[in-house]
């Protein structure tokens, strides 16, 4: 064969020992090599994006400082459990809001982890009706935006109840335009239901519409999403060990409660631990229903002040600490029921 | 009819528990679909839908500019109906080409139903009603034409179909918002459907290819690259949208030198891509980590190039496994545009909120909300089964490679 026709079908070899290849195609080097081009990059965008904030914001005369926390809110919030009226400070402004939307979290981790679970479970059931329904729900409530069911379950469920003795009644509970009544300790440690008093309804607790609406939507809306994840988690148990609890004389449920969701939960707490923090941030969607959380009152404060970045700040910084908090109370759930190796 | 009427037997009243639960089921049906139905055909009042069609398919858009919507739509649906017939005039490998399966009658059936009887519905002048009858004829004749003549068409043109897509939707980008000759539309004249269509497709394309870059950062052996990729990633999941949005819209004019900050809109368009991109990033992350790194050292003893490892090898690997969790989240960017309307835009559910302050349409807010979620389920619910079945022609196990 000529030499010729031989060097076309093998490529050159690579240069032997004597000549290294140039410095810049080093393997030891190249990683830094992109590495300082990207870091460059990354460096003068932000400081481009920085050097701009700065100068516009010290032309807007909005430079970074925090004293504006301390002047006099001038809002009043609709409703709120920490103490708060217009003469009060920025900061507490923000406090009351916070707590409104913890109040609003809680309020909707629990009742979705309940509709949730009885969703997923009910996609198991023998009954061919309840399976179909349980479908329904998910596939017609995760198709529909949340702030889409939010404004519709305030505006026309719970802004269309009707009032006074026309309101909704069931025993210990009273459902009306003004609000949700549920009974429960009035003063004096007596147990007191929902009863009218010239026309308007008294209980020892109340809920405003707003806040019913929100925790309703969040629930149903999140519910669809924790029911995929509890039915994907009990499909995830082997069906031996249904027949085998079957086979034992276990019921259904018994069988669900003692032997598959124990087993299912080690699939199912690290999605439900995703679906609970989108649950903590989409309960900002509550300025859509008017109820005062963190966000409104945010945007409130931002409007009135100008402090985009201050404010911005103080949101990324909760909502983060929040996803942090639940993130770190669901991985120490997930450690308890993991198999202990024995 | 014997074993239909077994099958519920077995389904519905295996034993007396589930009897008494199926009968109680099936009466609570029947009194909210009979409720519901009651409602929606006596007591309530569709003529706010049929009154404002135009402001909820495209805003406030100048009425004597609104051909080049028209023009936009048909050159969309002819490209559709194009692509579509191609697709089924060069089956997959397993399959043998039937030029009308059953999904596809069930789909065309659907459309005529849908084109005959929506402008009806909607009240629309006979003129506009023509048109859409129009288009979908065109739709229909153009995939029945490819779906005859594909087979036979040279495969350079065949490669250059693909194409048509990206052009056309530069064009749309110009039909709507003018230049190059065409007069002018701000996009604050945007609205409605036609707003919201576009900022989640200008989002979708947009955030993709930021996402892979995203997950491909994050999986990287350079530790800068990983850190600057973490941060990034978590810092925008932190936050809920509507924060962003509402920063994107008062923090943009800082961040540019004068003047360049872009329009409300485009910030908003450009909040709802950075923000995509974070969470697509997460999804492509997870299909990244389910190629074997087998793949990756075969493919370097193959003398492949890293790069060209991770072009040809592990990105097809990994996109294919990823395609799911990915739809999913352009599914909840659709449903994120509603998001819009709480800084002011005129999106479709901004529209419905200016729609009903309208003292002519105070109180209809049953009939709007429920037209707007029957559009939102139909479009999210079509790019889930669009999903599933791009997943079933990828699928390397149904279609053998060639």
């Known amino acids: 064969m000529p030499p010729s026709s031989s060097s076309k079908l093998s490529p050159p070899l690579p240069p032997t020992g004597d000549t290294p290849p140039p410095w810049w195609r080093d393997r030891r080097v190249v990683p830094w090599l992109v590495q300082a081009a990207v870091g460059l990059v990354v460096l003068l965008v932000i400081a481009f994006l920085l050097g701009n904030l700065v100068r516009n914001l010290s032309a807007a005369g909005l430079l970074l400082t925090w004293r504006w926390l301390s002047q006099p809110a001038g809002f009043d919030l609709a409703e709120s459990i920490v103490p708060f009226d217009a003469g009060m400070p920025y900061w507490r402004g923000l406090l009351a809001g916070l707590a409104n939307t913890l109040r609003a979290v809680v309020g909707g981790l629990v009742g979705a982890t309940v509709l949730g679970t009885l969703a997923g479970m009910a996609a198991f059931s023998s009954n061919g009706l309840l399976r179909g329904l349980a479908r329904v729900y998910v596939e017609v409530v995760r198709n529909i935006p949340l702030l889409l069911q939010l404004v519709f379950w305030y505006f026309v469920v719970f802004l269309t109840l009707p009032n006074g003795a026309a309101a909704f009644q069931l025993p210990g509970i009273v459902l009306a335009k003004s609000g949700l009544y549920v009974a429960g300790l009035a003063e004096g440690l007596r147990w007191q239901g929902p009863h009218l008093l010239n026309g308007v309804w008294q209980a020892p607790v109340r809920l405003s519409v707003e806040f019913a609406a929100l925790l309703t939507g969040l629930i149903i809306y999140s519910g669809a999403f924790i029911a995929e994840v509890v039915r994907g988690g009990i499909a995830a148990v082997p069906k031996g060990q249904w027949e085998a609890a079957s086979s034992l004389g276990l019921r259904w449920f018994t069988t669900l409660r003692r032997v598959v969701l124990p087993q299912a939960l080690r699939v199912i707490l690290p999605g439900l631990n995703t679906q609970y923090i989108s649950l903590a941030k989409n309960s900002s969607l509550a300025v859509a229903v008017g109820f005062s959380d963190l966000y409104s009152v945010a945007e409130t404060t931002l409007n009135q002040t100008g402090r985009a970045v201050e404010v911005y700040l103080i949101l990324l910084g909760v909502y983060l600490s929040l996803d942090l908090l639940i993130s770190a109370l669901m991985n120490g759930l997930n450690q308890l029921v993991q198999i202990r190796e024995r | ?402």
């Open chain 2, 1 to 402: 009819m014997n074993s239909l009427l077994r099958r519920l037997r077995h389904e519905l009243f295996a034993t007396p528990g589930d009897a008494v639960l199926s009968v109680a089921l099936l009466a609570l049906l029947t009194l909210a679909m009979g409720g519901l139905l009651r409602w929606a055909l006596v007591q309530a009042n569709w003529a706010v839908i049929q009154a404002n069609s135009t402001l909820f398919a495209v805003g406030r858009y100048p009425a004597e500019q609104q051909w080049r919507l028209w023009l936009l739509t048909s050159l969309l649906v002819g490209a559709a109906g194009l692509s579509w017939g191609l697709l089924r005039a060069h089956p997959r490998a397993d399959r043998q080409g039937l030029l009308w399966p059953r999904n596809d009658r069930v789909a065309v059936g659907l459309l005529a139903g849908l084109a005959v009887w929506l402008p009806w519905a909607l009240g629309l002048t006979g003129g506009i009603q023509a048109r859409w009858w129009g288009l979908a004829a065109l739709l229909i004749g153009l995939r029945w034409l490819a779906g005859r003549q594909g087979a036979s068409w040279p495969p350079r043109l065949l490669k250059l179909v693909p194409l048509v897509w990206p052009l056309l939707y530069l064009t749309g980008m110009v039909l709507i918002g003018g230049g190059m000759g065409v007069a002018k539309v701000s996009p604050s004249e945007w609205g409605g459907l036609l707003l919201t269509l576009l900022s989640a497709s200008f989002a979708i394309l947009l955030c993709f290819p930021l996402g892979v870059l995203l997950a491909l950062g994050r999986r990287s052996e350079l530790p800068l690259l990983r850190w600057a990729s973490v941060i990034y990633i978590e810092f925008i999941r932190g936050a809920p949208l509507i924060t962003l949005l509402f920063l994107g819209q008062n923090i943009f004019g800082f961040l540019l030198p004068n003047g360049l900050a872009p329009e409300r809109v485009w910030r908003a368009a450009w909040v709802l891509t950075f923000f995509a991109a974070a969470y697509l990033a997460e999804a492509v992350r997870s299909g990244l980590a389910a190629v074997p790194t087998g793949q990756v050292e075969a493919a370097r003893s193959l003398g492949l190039s890293q790069a060209r490892a991770l072009q040809h090898v592990v990105l097809p690997q990994a996109l294919r496994v990823a395609l799911p969790a990915m739809v999913g989240q352009f599914i909840s960017l659709l449903q994120d545009t509603t998001l819009l309307s709480l800084i002011g835009l005129l999106e479709l559910l901004g529209v419905a909120r200016t729609v009903m302050a309208n003292p002519e349409f105070l109180g209809k807010n049953a009939e709007v909300y429920l037209t707007l979620a029957v559009l939102f389920w139909c479009c999210c619910a079509a790019l889930g089964l669009g999903s599933r079945a791009l997943e079933r022609r990828l699928d390397p196990r149904t279609v053998p490679s060639r």
